[in-house]
């Protein structure tokens, strides 16, 4: 099984995701952290079983939150390239990589 890695930027789309729910209600951004780390296990048990966003990268949608995790599958990893809120433009993602 490949680990996953976060490119920095993508650590800190989960630390502010974080930080937007735990403020909003105490305990919810826990419960982010739980699902996405779901949404990680299933793509390092699993990574082929994921949908293509673009002819480069993969996506996971996080269950329970508007978010998606998006990847790419590398020989000995799976780099992590952001978590992604469903709501923002998708162009601004595309940008990115």
């Known amino acids: 099984m490949k680990r996953a890695v976060f490119r920095p930027v993508?650590?800190?789309e989960v630390d502010e995701a974080f930080g937007?729910?735990?403020a909003r209600e105490r305990g919810l951004g826990?419960?982010?952290l739980r699902a996405l780390d779901k949404t990680?296990?299933?793509i390092e048990?699993?990574?082929k079983m994921f949908q293509y966003v673009t002819s480069d990268f993969r996506q996971a949608l996080i269950k329970n939150f508007p978010y998606s995790?998006?990847?790419?599958e590398e020989e000995e990893r799976i780099v992590i390239l952001a978590v992604f809120h469903l709501s923002r433009d998708p162009v601004i993602r595309e940008e990115r990589f």
């Open 45 to 47: 048990t699993f990574p």
């Open 40 to 42: 990680i296990s299933a």
């Open 30 to 32: 826990r419960r982010f």
């Open 69 to 72: 995790v998006l990847y790419i």
């Open 10 to 12: 993508a650590k800190e």
């Open 20 to 22: 937007w729910y735990e």
